[in-house]
């Protein structure tokens, strides 16, 4: 901490007179490098300057805790970002991340919306959803607002009419012939293959001329929108024509989504994590239910910085306020062993004094080496932890404390799921708040 006084506001406005007109995201932070808040912006130099106008009457507009936020703010810290929906994206991840004290929204596991097309099905089915099957589907988004997607889909369903029921449809069930299809079928929004209609090959013809339509120019649907619109018009029928104008704007609207990897959600969490936890325990021989797992990363930003992270899972899933980062001090150079060393004392050592307690498991990134290094500072501690492991990429190995052999399960063994998350959770966290940061006094223990 710092006597120091927070810049004045006419500092902070030539900072932010310096500040892009373009979509993104804002950070404001107090002396000491610590977020308060993160907001989003559609222009970011127009937003930002907002809080420090003195016309801006802040208590009325946005209250008490934002009047008193901006009393400690020293520094403002952007992200540039493509469009507003990406902004929106980066906004909530970056909340979910850093928790700051100002932001009451969007610090819970809430997550954003997918279009999910179920492929390993006979016959996909289109829908809306928040707990993809990652497995299985194919995804488009995340998008920033469900009833937008859900209006999107309708007039999707009307031009390929794919099923958005969840029924369970067999291509080689003969009774589907005597089964009685929904509404959608008779206003002819649906090809109905539960009720045998459609072919399998037909149907999934349909579907993936909506995939390509999901990812390409999709001007000749567009086209035959309007056309349709303005046959409305000049028919007066201008109720159908609002009708055809709402649904060419949600169409438009289907660019406005996030990236399924760039955009990664790590709340969605496609295994049962206590299947997970409950095959753990009599794998690394602990006669108590296992509950709390930390997993430590070592990552390398640019070349140059080196950051530890350690996340927290209870009860498998993300706790994160027991989420830390940690920048590498007493490491010259990339050392991973060495840069373990110095993560697990600094976390560890009030543990070793009995002054906290241990999780029940701790997890480090890497293998039999990673594993030694963390276990080198265990040793010099007069209260050893209960089980540390590590997990080796690619060929995911895990490694346990006192034996030689690594332990191999299936690929979709729910336990190697579960550590897989945990070690890749860790792995984002060191990554990401570096590269929407880009300030080395953000990393912030």
Avoid: W
Avoid at 20 to 45: N, S
Avoid at 88 to 112: A, C, G, H, V, W
Avoid at 312 to 340: H, W
Wanted: aromatic share 8%.
């Amino acid at each position: 901490m710092t006597d120091k006084q927070p810049k004045d506001v006419e500092s902070l406005r030539e900072t932010i007179r310096t500040f892009p007109k373009v979509p993104g995201v804002y950070l404001m932070k107090d002396i000491d490098g610590l977020v308060l808040y993160i907001g989003k912006a559609k222009v970011l130099r127009d937003r930002v300057m907002s809080y420090f106008q003195p016309s801006a009457d802040l208590m009325g507009t946005r209250g008490p805790k934002i009047v008193e936020m901006l009393q400690k703010v020293d520094d403002i810290t952007f992200l540039e970002c493509e469009s507003e929906v990406e902004a929106i994206l980066n906004e909530s991840r970056l909340i979910k991340d850093i928790q700051p004290q100002y932001n009451t929204r969007q610090t819970d596991d809430k997550t954003f919306p997918y279009l999910e097309v179920t492929m390993g099905d006979d016959f996909p089915g289109v829908f809306v959803t928040r707990e993809p099957n990652f497995k299985d589907s194919k995804l488009y988004g995340p998008f920033s607002s469900t009833g937008e997607l859900r209006r999107v889909v309708q007039v999707l369903q009307r031009v390929f009419k794919f099923r958005t029921c969840h029924l369970d449809i067999d291509a080689d069930d003969d009774k589907r012939k005597y089964f009685r299809p929904c509404i959608l079928a008779d206003i002819d929004q649906c090809t109905a293959p539960c009720a045998d209609f459609i072919s399998k090959k037909v149907y999934r013809d349909d579907i993936k001329r909506l995939q390509r339509f999901l990812v390409s120019k999709r001007s000749v649907i567009i086209k035959q929108l309007r056309e349709e619109m303005e046959d409305y018009s000049k028919k007066q029928e201008y109720e159908d024509a609002a009708r055809v104008r709402d649904e060419i704007k949600a169409l438009d609207r289907l660019d406005d989504r996030g990236n399924v990897d760039e955009h990664v959600q790590p709340e969605l969490f496609q295994i049962d994590p206590l299947k997970g936890l409950e095959l753990l325990g009599p794998l690394l021989e602990l006669s108590q239910p296992i509950r709390v797992i930390e997993g430590i990363d070592i990552a390398h930003i640019q070349g140059q910085e080196t950051v530890g992270s350690l996340v927290c899972f209870i009860d498998g899933r993300p706790f994160k306020n027991g989420y830390r980062r940690f920048r590498i001090k007493e490491v010259d150079g990339i050392d991973d062993y060495a840069s373990i060393r110095e993560v697990v004392k600094r976390r560890y050592r009030r543990a070793g004094s009995s002054e906290e307690l241990y999780p029940d498991v701790i997890l480090i990134d890497g293998g039999l080496g990673q594993l030694h290094a963390a276990m080198e500072v265990f040793d010099d501690m007069s209260i050893k932890p209960p089980r540390v492991i590590s997990l080796a990429k690619k060929e995911e190995l895990i490694y346990i404390q006192e034996k030689s052999e690594p332990i191999r399960l299936t690929r979709d063994h729910p336990t190697l799921r579960l550590l897989q998350y945990l070690r890749d959770e860790a792995h984002r966290f060191a990554q990401h708040y570096f590269h929407i940061l880009r300030q080395k006094k953000m990393f912030n223990e």
